[in-house]
């Protein structure tokens, strides 16, 4: 069995197992009460259920063992906490409880009238419950890794639980008693989160672990032009392009439509199409309304008053590893850009390959929304391909479109005609926040670039399908033949190239792209190391206690940042421990992927990997780019909810932070 069908078989588990057995324990203080006859069907129940949940509980024990296997990360709170609290009352109520059931089946009383005779059958299997609630919470407060703060509230609301109730089934059961034992309960948890520091104080300054030393991040800039005081060369080419975040509305051919954010009155925003060695400025301006809604034009003059209103905007070249300065992430490399205001984004496109870009200031809103655009670099030398497209999927609402060249999105399927026999590279770019399933059928293709860099060895596929994670991008390459090819993005026809006929989608297996191309030369040692444990887990976010999506435990801000001394090989390993993919994306660097699952790679460099439930990817991280890098999952929403963090060099400081309505997710 699949580690992720074990992480979900054991979250069922847990709450069937905490069911029976508090379903054991009720039915049987019922019976005890009842009248002899009455009795024995009730306890005979009973003790049916506690067979079954003692069964539970040892399949509960046996999917800890497997999940096991596939490392420490998936069961550390499980076995140093859930599984003791559950399994050794478990033995006592099979010892004792069970036995006395089975004993009152026949005789209609556990063996003797007394208060004391419920509290020897009934303890054993409220404590038992209350352990197996104990384990649920031990998943949601605790995860990985074990905090004494976690450690020590569950363990006292545990106890306290069991307390209460030793008193309540004893003689002498007074109201004051079971008072003063619940007051206990409630000073225990509160005196244990004081002392584990089980709540983290929400820390609100993003550079903290580096801030106020070093060079600042606003230094690391690209270069300027030589018009500009910069250092140019002659014969320079510069590359200058305005991008205009305004209001537009996108029309789909189907009939629907949606009110977008766009750059330059269209969505996608224009392709931005460079040569390799050009100097790159990007003007941005803001000329979204001053207020959130539609009501208020904006002029189009700075507004000093109120800058901070409205939405503000960043561009962000998600997969060019830019000079840090450049990286458009608002609170660690710039302020956000807000309504009447604008910014210089300058780099030199050294790195040939097809890229993205998309506004960073509340990202999760505002990329749906259409504040996204392509970035082609082409070669020095050009390509082999004659047709070379490039092809953005994106999600309005509900309904995936495609963009081929910038044109308009289409919800229906697109129409491509290419002269038979050209070579044809499509660039396929992935600008939603979940990953989609590519089919290219008709032509035997090459996936001829992975995330912008090259494959080398890439090899013919025929029929197989690829895995592009939200955020990842992939050139396919193939002769154009004489009948018609057909892409499909999930199970959706989308691009016909050269119809009317259209040929089966590709229905191969999907294709692990971990292991595609000729193997390259890998790292052999690492000056750091560092894991990331992903999950879904009760975390400070926004300032409250919340079910967030978190690193090691923590929620943004709170996750620490990573910090690398300039020049270090690190390896990272990211753990995926909960029920949702995570496509991580650490800023500013490509990484390269080792393994997955244990299981080596070919060591292509990539952007945007996808972490699916269960699996455990290595990746090796060349610290060769200086900065205070933002580090994220690109489900954009899931970044909104914690899962980012930042990486930080030795030496580099930044002065942004979460003020002034700066706000990555
Ligand atoms: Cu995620």
């Not at 208020?296 to 000093?304: A, F, M, S, V």
């Not at 996936?447 to 029929?463: E, K, Q, S």
């Amino acid at each position: 069995m699949t580690t992720a069908r074990l992480i979900a078989l054991d979250q069922i588990l847990f709450v069937l197992v905490a069911a029976a057995w508090a379903a054991t324990a009720g039915i049987a203080l019922t019976g005890l009460r009842q009248p002899a006859a009455a009795g024995r069907r009730t306890l005979l129940i009973a003790a049916a259920l506690c067979a079954a949940a003692i069964v539970m509980t040892a399949l509960r024990v046996a999917v800890t063992a497997g999940l096991a296997g596939a490392g420490w990360w998936f069961v550390a709170e499980k076995v140093t906490l859930a599984l003791p609290l559950v399994v050794v009352p478990a033995l006592v109520s099979a010892a004792v409880s069970l036995p006395r059931l089975l004993r009152g089946t026949a005789t209609g009383s556990t063996g003797g009238s007394t208060p004391g005779s419920a509290r020897v059958v009934a303890f054993p299997l409220l404590v038992t419950a209350y352990g197996a609630v104990a384990g649920i919470a031990c998943g949601v407060v605790i995860s990985y890794p074990v905090t004494a703060g976690g450690a020590a509230a569950v363990l006292a609301l545990f106890a306290a639980a069991s307390a209460v109730t030793w008193r309540l089934l004893g003689p002498a059961r007074s109201p004051r008693h079971a008072w003063q034992a619940a007051g206990t309960c409630v000073l225990a948890l509160a005196l244990a989160l004081t002392i584990g520091g089980g709540w983290p104080s929400g820390h609100l300054h993003t550079g903290h672990d580096t801030g106020g030393r070093g060079v600042s991040v606003d230094l690391l800039r690209g270069p300027a032009p030589a018009a500009a005081g910069g250092p140019a060369g002659a014969g320079e080419r510069i590359r200058r392009f305005t991008l205009t975040a305004q209001p537009a509305t996108v029309r789909l051919p189907s009939g629907g439509g949606a009110e977008a954010w766009s750059f330059n009155g269209q969505v996608p925003g224009p392709v931005l199409r460079v040569r390799q060695g050009d100097l790159v400025e990007v003007v941005l301006r803001n000329r979204l309304p001053v207020q959130g809604g539609s009501g208020q034009e904006n002029t189009g003059q700075p507004n000093p008053g109120q800058p901070n209103t409205g939405q503000g905007v960043t561009i962000h070249w998600h997969g060019y590893d830019v000079p840090a300065a450049e990286d458009g992430v608002p609170g660690v490399t710039q302020d956000a850009v807000w309504p009447g205001q604008s910014h210089v984004y300058r780099f030199r496109a050294e790195d040939a390959g097809t890229y993205w870009y998309h506004s960073h200031q509340n990202s999760s809103v505002a990329v749906p929304r259409g504040l996204f655009g392509l970035l082609v670099v082409d070669p020095a030398t050009p390509v082999p391909e004659s047709e070379d497209h490039v092809l953005a999927l994106h999600t309005f609402g509900s309904r995936p479109t495609l963009s081929v060249d910038g044109a308009a999105p289409s919800d229906l399927l697109t129409r491509l005609t290419l002269p038979p026999g050209a070579r044809t590279r499509l660039r396929v770019v992935n600008t939603d926040t979940q990953p989609v399933v590519l089919g290219l059928s008709g032509a035997p293709y090459r996936i001829a670039a992975v995330d912008g860099g090259d494959v080398p060895g890439a090899t013919d596929l025929d029929g197989a399908r690829l895995h592009l994670a939200a955020g990842g991008r992939y050139d396919l390459t193939f002769t154009v033949p004489s009948g018609p090819v057909l892409l499909t993005a999930g199970d959706r026809p989308t691009l016909l190239v050269n119809g009317p006929a259209t040929p089966p989608p590709a229905a191969g297996p999907v294709v692990d792209i971990t292991r595609y191309g000729t193997p390259a030369a890998l790292p052999a040692r690492f000056d750091r190391e560092t894991t990331w444990v992903l999950d879904k887990t009760l975390a400070v976010s926004g300032g409250l206690p919340r079910l967030a999506q978190t690193v090691n435990g923590k929620a943004w801000p709170n996750i620490p940042t990573p910090v690398v001394r300039q020049g270090e090989t690190v390896r990272i390993r990211v753990v995926n421990r909960g029920t949702d993919t995570h496509p991580m994306h650490p800023h500013g660097h490509h990484v390269r992927i080792l393994s997955r699952n244990g299981v080596p790679a070919t060591g292509l460099p990539m952007d945007t990997f996808d972490v699916a439930p269960g699996e455990v990817w290595e990746v090796a991280l060349v610290a060769d780019n200086p900065g205070v890098w933002m580090s994220h999952c690109h489900d954009l929403a899931h970044a909104a909810q914690g899962m980012e963090f930042h990486l930080a060099y030795e030496g580099v400081s930044t002065p942004y932070d979460m003020t002034n309505g700066n706000h990555p997710a």
